[in-house]
């Protein structure tokens, strides 16, 4: 029960049980990198599988914590071992990896778990007086190490108390909400009453909506329902020099928007409270899925490049598969070899050439037709092939399940990790391709790289790289070559991230995307909104 | 040639002619406003009529003019009386009205032109040093005196030698220019190549791109296109902390957007310089024009609302003018009493009450086709009726010409100015009413109110003003009255401008829009990249 362990694992869903087609995927992988049996000399530390043990105790005094507990009740600070520990990380794999080696650094020393905007100021406020550091949490599942208790203090948890839906407007298309709802809470309430968000991160599962601004996301609808500063209407955020309201209001011209500062702030500016999100009427029924096969990864992009400047609405879910995906993918369906594969090669779509895309409409169903007719005519001009609904579907039933693979898959010695990024369209081959020399420079690792996230002038791109854990140096050697790939990017007219965010993880490279007086301009934001420093130090720029 | 009053009259065109329906709408003016002859104690200051003289000769020094001469030659320095007045005002209603009177304040003491970034840079370096005060000029359309040299200085007026096309990029769908293009230069540009901008706004034919973005404008067809913000890609930025590149990627993850603090600056914090701009393909002949009538605002408002909530792709240009604006409409075109006024009302659309539709569909034309069928159901739906093509063609060939009307207005003694808010649609009729309710306080003013700009959770609403001119004091009643009303906008609801920017006329409101946090962020930033405070001194929130 307060194994730190068994709440990692899983995406911390210690209930759920590996299920036969995760089991098949990791077979399929363990074959693809010539792994056999079970893992290699991997720790699984007793710190980790049995109760957690802190080697320092809360540096907080009895007065700090009596007065915390004043602030937000007496149930809603917690100081044990398991509390602070399972508060001191994300899901970064170099996350995953400590934890499976018991290794705790950048502890809080309280978790306090406020039930208002009220008590968040008044924790804030106190906080800053004292200058305790303050990191907020949300769902705790950023993959770039946003979450750490550098200098200790309190780890702030709105996912237990804070998490009403405050009103839904219809006039609007509105919802306003308190920022540690979750995602499957937030929708399941708009699609009782025929709305949807639209904001399907892959982290939907856990992630808060405070987070969702907080790291400036986008889900995997994004090309239909835009990304989260694209539904934002306005929020509120507590900040150690006050409360800031934004926005609410369809469009202004009224100078600095804050809100491009606060979104995307991961924690270092403010707690970001109150949030309004435009919805949108939803019908299940409505959606059409649809999935294509192309001969060449080029052609898939021209393909998806055309239907996004084609002046018809979009899918609202628009993905490509490059060559490696797709091989991948066919095999772990067992399709690449048998009927379905020889089809393909005969007709032209060949291995190592072939890319699958993946279209789902949503919305008005006479909008969804002339989507459907649209692509499919563009499809055809790039010679590809209409695979039906199949692949698309099977997709969307696992869109979420490949963050539960990564336990199972370290289990039995595979490092599984991914880094993504965006770029423009006349950039975007070229990019691919530095990215996958990089990374096949180690020969036994596999890229398997996809298209998600779609615009009129260029796209995301998201690799994943699986390759055999080291016995020796794992987390040292990773770093390494992690730093790698951002840089690839970065030499390549890419973006450090397209929606991970920065976190402690790109944070040296924030010179390659942004200039000097820009970040100047930024530590002057930070200066004025938390002048003492006390919101997640050392987090983006803001070393100390 | 060298009169003020040549350049200022008629948006600056002094070849234009006041053509037959102008002079008929100000006479249908006239009427409504009982107002017999010719103008009532207008003063035509021979200052304006005759060559500019101007009381201060420019305070900089011959070395100071030598080496800014040095910087962009020689040619593009001016220090005469006639450039330095030109470069004093922009088109605010009490703008016009000073320089009927010959009243010439905030002059520059120079005219400085650039022709490359690189000049740019040196001149703002060198400012900087010397402190002498920036303000950045494009086309001088401001409406909210942003362009006043409170300090003196050097306008940098960028229209003269900074305006080439850099690049069109197909495959990307951009194009990037310099800041001083004019929107028909680029427009044009694109169109020959089968593109478009898709930036329509009031100012276009006098307007930079650099303006664009400084005062954060959106134009006619922001429903369809977007506002500047959605079209701008990256663009660069000289301000004395540095360069600042800024954008250039699809979207991304990577903290703060700074974007989102130079657009809307006006000029405070740097000179934009060189910018990206999303293009998108173009043919007129694809364009669908549709006009509807409704027997109630309120219903063409639902209306309105239920297309932009659809799901279906909305129009491009979608407006409605309110009943007093649809009735003086029908008036000037003599339809009111006329047979389709009599036709109208026998079939309920009742004056006082009728509210008329603008829409045009643009793009591909199987989306075209679906817009508006879809629109055609939802008007249906609120008792409109279809009133074909006539009507939007009207207000397409006029679209820019209410600007002219201006100072033949004034000639006949006419006040004619605008303000604009931006509501979500929950609290569009009640800030409708209250800002009616205001300005209908003066008996004899005429208040036309549109919506021209729509999103999913609100619009803009448009309130032009019309009344006699006041023989004395004509200038600080306005001011008042001008104040009241945006007082009203943010009592209701309302940004303190949706399209127009802050300049100096709205910049004492600024705390009924931003906490005081924000503010103080804002001004950091402006501590930062223009810590002289050389950056067009006095407007926004930046006073001494």
Redesign the interface.
Known sequence: MRKIWKNVYNWGDTEKKIDSTIEHHINHFKHLLGIQGEARDLPLNSNAQEEVKLAKKSRLTRQVLRDLMRFVGSDNVQVDDFSRARHSFGKYYGDILRMRMGKFANVPDAVVMPRTEEDIIKVINYCNLKRIAVVPWGGGTSVTRALEAEKGGIALDLTRNYKDILSL?A????VTVEAGILGPELEQYLNERGYTCGHFPQSFEFATVGGWLA????GQASTGYG?IEDMV?GFRAV?P??????G??????????????L????GTLGVITRVTL?V??YNAANASLKSYMFKSFEEAVTAM?EMM?????PPHFFRISDPEETEIGLGMKGKDKGITGAALNMLGFRQGGRSLMYAIF???P??VK?GV??LGRIVRKHRGLSLGSYATRKWLEQRYSSAYMRDPMMDAGIRIDTLET?????NLTQLWQAVREYIKRDGQTLCLTHIS?T??????LYFIFVSPMLAKDELAQFEKFHRGIVQVFAAN??????????GRL?AHL?DR??????L??????K???DPKGIMNPGA??FKK
């Open positions: 407007n006039e609007d298309s509105t790291a400036r996301g986008a990304r209407v900040t020099a006050g409360l800031i309201s934004c609410n209001y369809p469009a202004a011209s009224v100078g600095a928007d804050i809100r491009h500062f979104m995307g702030s991961e435009r949108r009427r490049r400047q084609s002046q018809v609405m949503e919305g008005d006479a909008q002339l007719k649209t965006a770029v423009h369209y006349s996230h615009y009129e002038t260029g796209a995301n007219g890419g973006t450090l991230s397209h929606h991970h965010g920065i790109v924030l995307q942004h200039s000097p007086a820009t100047q301009a930024w530590r002057a934001v200066k004025t909104l983006l720029i």
